[in-house]
Structure formats: C-alpha cells, structure tokens
C-alpha cells in the first residue's frame, strides 16, 4: 500500500514559499557551531530563535591531559532545565566521537561521560585509518559489556569487526561476517540467546535500467546477518536483493560514470522483533521491513513505496535510522528527514501499530528546539522510567526528554565532531592497572597535582599523600573526582607524593605510583 504524505514535505514548503529562509540559516547555524540553549516551553512564536555562538578555537574544543598526555578528548556540553533533576549518576552516556569528514584535528574514539559531561573513559583509536562506532552497553553470558565496531569507512559503509570488552576494559570477544564479507558499521546487536545481529555490504551486479542506469550496473547487495559469538557460526543471513527489488529506491543514479556501487537499499539497523522476527531498516527505500527469522520471507512493510501500513499523520519518515521494538505493537525510528531534505527537523518517534488494520499511528515526536536536520546518523532510546535520550546523527548534539517530549537534557560535542549513535546505560568499569599522576611545582612553594584513572567509574575523592621519604607518606589534601582528570593543589609538598582513589565509602581502590615533587 502506497499512502501519500500526510504532512507537507520540507520540499513542498519550499516551493509554495512558506519555508522562511531565517529559520533555514538558523537550522544550519545550530547544527554547525552549537546555540544558546533554552528550555523549550521558553520557545514560543514571539522568542527569538536560538542564535549561533562564534565557533570556538581548536584548543578550546579538546581536553589537554597532563596526567594522561597521550589523551585529546573533544569537551562536552550539557545543560539541565531547571525544576528537573538531574539524571542518575550511575548512569552514564556513551559516544563514539569523531570527525570523520574534516581536515580540523581531532581524535576520534570511544567515550563514556556522566550526565554533567564529564568525561569518565575515553579510548582513541588504535590505528589511523580506522575509525569506532556505535559503542554501547549490552549483556553478553549474563555480564554487562561494552560493544563497538571498529574499521574502515568508505561511501558510508563499513569494513571492519565487532568488539566486545568487559568491565576492564579488556576485549574478550571479537565479531566478524560470514560468506566472506566483514562486518558493516551500522549495527551490532546482541541477542539473548549469545548471538549478534550485524549488516554487511557486498557488490552484486544488477538491472539498472529502470533508474536510468546501465542493464548491467554495479549496486551495494545489503545482508542482516545473525553469528553465534562464542562460536563464529553463521547463524541465519537475509539478502535485500533476493527480497526487495531496485525499484523500491528513493535513491537518485548519480550522473556520468559509475564510480562506485549504487545504494539502492543502505541497511542501517538489524534488531529483533517481539516475537523473535527481524526488523531492518533501509534508509534508502525509507521502509521498514519484517522479515521471518526462519524463512526469510517478508512479513509487512511499513513505509515506502510498498507500505503494507497506513501511516497516520506526523508518522511518516524518511531516509530514517536505528529502529526498535518496544512491544509488538510500539517502535522507536530516528527520523532523519534528510538528505535530501524532505522534512524541516529530525524527530525521534514513537509509533503504534495497530496491526489487524494495518494502521501506523504517531504516539510522540521527541524535537530539539533548535531544529536540527541530521543528513545521516541517530539514534533513538527508552529508558527504564519512560524518559527517551536522542543522538541526533550527524549533528553535534544529544537530548533527553520526558515522556511526553519535555526536554530536560540537552549537550553537544564541538562544531564538526558527531557520533553515530547516543545512549544512556548505567555501566560499572574497573580498569586495570593503577591510577596515573603529574605534579609541577607552582609559584607559591607548593606544588599542582594531576590525577586520571581512565575509567574507573567508582572514585568519589582523591587524596594526596607526600613526605620525605617515598616509604613513609601522609594524607595532605583531598579532593573531590572532577572527571577524567582531577587537578589537587598542595601547599606544602614533601619531596615525595602519590595519590589514592577512594570511593563514596572511603574504600581505597587504588594507588598511583610515588613521584619525585619538583623543587
């Protein structure tokens, strides 16, 4: 079933001039170098729009680390609306940072921030031309678990693995494709029963004709597949061009010679359904597929030009990401809306289905107030008390909102450094090793202290020990953890300091080795 939008397209808008070309450039402007942010009930038709800020110097945009020197993380920030608390401590927010099509420097890599940003864990990259995405908290063997996926990047798709790390950081499991193909970057997912559900990319030759191409065109084949982690196993792989013909494209042939495959489909999310089928997304048929875990067959559609669903209105999307099951009939889509765009603003969404009459119904659209319109990218998650945490693609930014879209989180990475997807997870890490210290002498007599546990997500105070003798140490100051770097000044140093991490209940968890105070 084909239905006709039911809200005007950006496109639309455009032409019959009611796109203003203010609330354009102010879209733009926020998602290249940040805005003022107000609470939305502020934003009403006679506030000013959010303004853009004078983009930042580079050395303003990343953390310098003298305790950890090898370390540039991007700052982060984030704003609370007031009346609302804060998110829970225990619960941090995880990125895959990255500046992935800009000469401005950066180092891309994995990240865990508490819900204030600051930064708890950071791991840059291990080779220059690969680059993290989509890190994330899941279980694996009954233990919480990190998972990544780590390679190269070429016209938006990926060539590289799966990583699973446990709680010291330490990867236990690694995660390749079968039939001779590496593991895409747009998913990995793991499943209950010790599998992963991952996308991968092959080259097949097809009929592009009905596009206006050559009869024997190059296109990207687009695979779901399902391997057991412990064993390697292909469990189950589903081919789109076995299933969903060209024609289904949204996708325009790009003109003169083909340089490379054509992506008619663009798989960007594998996840289970309900009832333990299969939900894959394509972004470039803007359609929404249930396939059967067993057979393969095509169980609906919804969206596209094929719909097997009416979409009711506000629920329609396009070129759209990081779909979920909530329930057999609720679904979460990060709607990007672009590009080409074809909305004003990406929206998080909540859909029902009403399955017996095949209708799709908009529950809730979760908008930042800046409008930001994400090309590609994003994420959408629900969290055990309802609340919805959005990372908004390709656009700097990350929210959360109540349930009925109140925003009460709002933070960005600096202007051209996005991450694939954003999450919230409660997570404990427990690194190995010991933690890391720097002191320098100041112009007082005394002496700074630097200290850094990358990761250790449990330190609550620092306390420095000093004396004259690297045996023989006292407590002389203390301080609160003020994220991935903690700096402690000391008024009277000994020749000699270390530092211990103590958490909430004055436990020593670790020590840094003792250093020579400078004099």
Known sequence: MNVPPTRLTRRQLIRSGAWIAGGASVAAAAGTVGYEWQHPQALTEASPRPAAATPPSDSDDFIKLRSLPDLRPPKLTVVHSRGHTPPSPNRLLFFSPGAYHTTRPSQDGLMAADPHGRIVWFSPKPQADHVPFDLQVQSYQGSPVLTWWEGRVTDGTGSGM??????????????????????????????????ALITAYRTAEADLSPLGGPRRGQVYACQAQEVD????????????????????????????????????????????????????????????????????????????????FEIGPGARFYWQHDVRALSEDKMTIFDDGASPAEELQSRGLLLELDLSRKLARLVRAYENPAQLLADNQGSVQVLPDGQVFVGWGNQPYFSQFTPDGELVLDGRFPRDIFSYRAFSFPWTGRPGGAPEAAVEANSTGGATVYVSWNGATEVHHWVVLTGDEPTSLERVAEAHWAGLETVVTVCRPGKYLAVVALDAARHALGRSAVLEVPA
Request: proline letters at 4%; aromatic letters at 10%; hydrophobic letters at 40%.
């Open 162 to 195: 799966g990583y699973i790390a446990d709680a010291s950081y330490q990867v236990i499991k690694t995660i390749q494709a079968g039939n001779g193909l590496t593991v895409d970057l747009h998913e990995l997912n793991l499943t209950p029963s010790g599998s």
């Open 229 to 308: 982690i412990a064993s390697g196993k292909l469990l189950f792989s589903w081919d789109s061009l076995a299933h969903v013909p060209i024609a289904e494209t949204y996708n325009t042939l790009p003109t003169g010679p083909q340089t490379a495959p054509f992506d008619y489909f663009h798989m960007n999310s594998v996840a289970l359904a309900a009832d333990g089928n299969l939900l894959i997304s394509s972004r470039n048929t803007w359609t929404i597929y249930k396939v059967s875990r067993t057979t393969g067959d095509i169980m609906w559609r919804l969206g596209g030009k094929q719909s097997d």
